[in-house]
């Protein structure tokens, strides 16, 4: 049985796993420019990382912002996709958002990425105008009361 593990992102070493596992997906699997990735957000937002036999496999990012929590950056390496673990990231990002009072959680997934998180729960509330690389963003919504 494989041991998993999430926690929080609190030092160096782990912010650098979650930037490459970032990097891994964002940029090289999906061609999207690795200066998209890195925005001002980065140092005022709650970061996890995800550990399969002590090894970094997914990272997501929280941003609270006036009782909406700002959910991105949600990124599992390809091999380990279908088996739960990015669930299990977005689980734990809504529980922090809880933690600290979020009403709302909302993300700006890839619009490829709709039917995933609409079985966390997410209903779409618009297309974004903006594209990401080549690909379309959404807005999906979700109430944490």
């Given amino acids: 049985m494989d041991a998993i593990e999430i926690r929080q992102v609190e030092n160096v070493k782990d912010l650098n796993a979650c930037h490459y596992i970032r990097r891994k997906v964002f940029t090289l699997e999906q061609g999207i420019p690795a200066h998209l990735d890195m925005d001002a957000s980065e140092s005022q937002s709650v970061s996890i990382l995800l550990l399969k036999n002590n090894q970094p496999i997914g990272t997501g990012r929280l941003l609270i912002e006036d009782h909406s929590a700002c959910l991105s950056r949600i990124a599992l390496l390809k091999e380990e996709r279908g088996f739960g673990y990015g669930k299990i990231i977005v689980s734990n990002l809504e529980k922090i958002a809880i933690a600290k009072k979020a009403k709302l959680a909302y ?8 039917s995933f998180y609409a079985r966390l729960g997410y209903v779409k509330t618009k297309d974004i105008e903006e594209k990401v690389g080549i690909h379309q963003l959404i807005r999906m919504d979700k109430d944490l009361t």
């Fill in 107 to 114: 993300l700006h997934p890839h619009d490829f990425l709709e």
